[in-house]
């Protein structure tokens, strides 16, 4: 299609900003299935917000079409949607897509530099220490179980713990990427 690749380009070019010099890229979001495949994260992702749904317009059904509703639909959607939130940075921490501060060419190179090693610090400890907070509520809430569902709740904080020590190997995984310049 010509003006995607119009539009491709002109994205690309009007972002090749200063940044790119400090060590933060603007990744193109994956195309395809096969994309999906190689980053389990979406895939993951995907597949929670298509669950949520299905599970969230079913329970539309029951409770509107046949005036009875599902006690366990809202903490599935609950507890998926944490659940996906936490994926969703591991995505985030990949595609260097988190919120940021654009200084630009404002500050000097040399400042830049230093402020996007203290940036990824920060990040590492933030996801780090989250992790390891995560796993602590885990042993605490090992008896303890869901109000509908009945499962332990110690699978979900289990399961954002894993989800954050994704995040925090994604966001290492990125000291070693060749698209950006350092």
């Given at each position: 299609?010509?003006?995607h690749a119009i ?7 009007s972002?090749?900003?200063?940044d790119?010099?400090v060590?933060?890229?603007m990744a193109?979001?994956p ?7 190689q ?7 995907v597949?929670?917000l298509?669950a949520?749904f ?8 029951f ?6 509703s599902?006690i366990w639909?809202?903490e ?12 969703g ?5 990949r ?5 940021a ?5 404002s500050?000097?190179?040399?400042l830049?530099r230093l402020?996007a090693?203290?940036?990824f ?9 989250l ?5 602590a ?23 954002v713990?894993?989800?954050?020590v994704w995040?925090?190997l994604?966001l290492?995984m990125?000291?070693?990427r060749?698209?950006i310049?350092?």
């Amino acid at each position: 299609n010509k003006w995607h690749a119009i539009s491709a380009s002109a994205w690309n070019n009007s972002h090749a900003s200063a940044d790119c010099k400090v060590g933060l890229a603007m990744a193109e979001p994956p195309e395809g299935w096969r994309a999906l495949t190689q980053t389990p994260e979406d895939a993951l992702g995907v597949a929670l917000l298509l669950a949520i749904f299905v599970v969230m317009v079913v329970s539309v059904i029951f409770r509107y079409g046949l005036n009875d509703s599902l006690i366990w639909s809202e903490e599935v959607a609950r507890y998926g949607l944490v659940l996906m939130t936490f994926i969703g940075a591991a995505t985030g921490c990949r595609r260097h897509s988190h919120i940021a501060v654009d200084l630009g060419a404002s500050i000097p190179l040399a400042l830049r530099r230093l402020l996007a090693a203290c940036v990824f610090i920060a990040s590492l400890a933030v996801t780090g220490f989250l992790a390891w907070q995560a796993f602590a509520i885990t042993a605490v809430l090992r008896t303890s179980r869901s109000a509908a569902l009945e499962i332990p709740l110690a699978w979900l904080y289990g399961a954002v713990g894993v989800a954050l020590v994704w995040a925090t190997l994604r966001l290492v995984m990125t000291l070693w990427r060749t698209d950006i310049p350092r």
